[in-house]
Structure formats: C-alpha cells, structure tokens
C-alpha cells in the first residue's frame, strides 16, 4: 500500500544508457503487453504474488547495448 493510498505502479528502467523507455512494455497480461506502456498500476493493495509481462523491442539496438533493467515502485509499506 501507498501511503497516501493511491495506486502502486510500477516503471521499468533501463541502469545506464543505451535503452529508451518508448521500448520497454509492461503489463499486467500477455494480451495487455502489445499496448502497455514502461509502467503498469497494480492497484492500492497487493496480497501475494503479482503476475507481470515484460518486453523490450531490441530492433536497431547493437547486442549488449544495454545491459541492466530494473522495476521501481512509488513508495509502499506493508499492512
């Protein structure tokens, strides 16, 4: 939970340069994927596991351009 209460979401970012966040998608389901954006909400209150789909479209990337990728959330706590 966030502690103003609003929705947890969560931004995938890229740890050093070379992967644009136009090229990273996630989402909540494997048919959400083909229109998601860098961050997805997963609502005010996660209990258990969270099922999340990722993809980065490497077209016109050079192999091992990037090489780190990370999930960050807004600030939460546990309840």
Sequence with gaps: MTPSGETI???????GPGL???????????SELAHGGASVAIGQVVSGMQAL???VEDAGLDDGQYANLS???NEIYEV
């Design 9 to 15: 979401t969560l931004t995938a970012q890229a740890i």
């Design 20 to 30: 644009p966040a136009s090229q990273i998608r996630l989402a909540n389901s494997l």
């Design 53 to 55: 789909w990722l993809q």
């Design 71 to 73: 999930l960050v959330s």
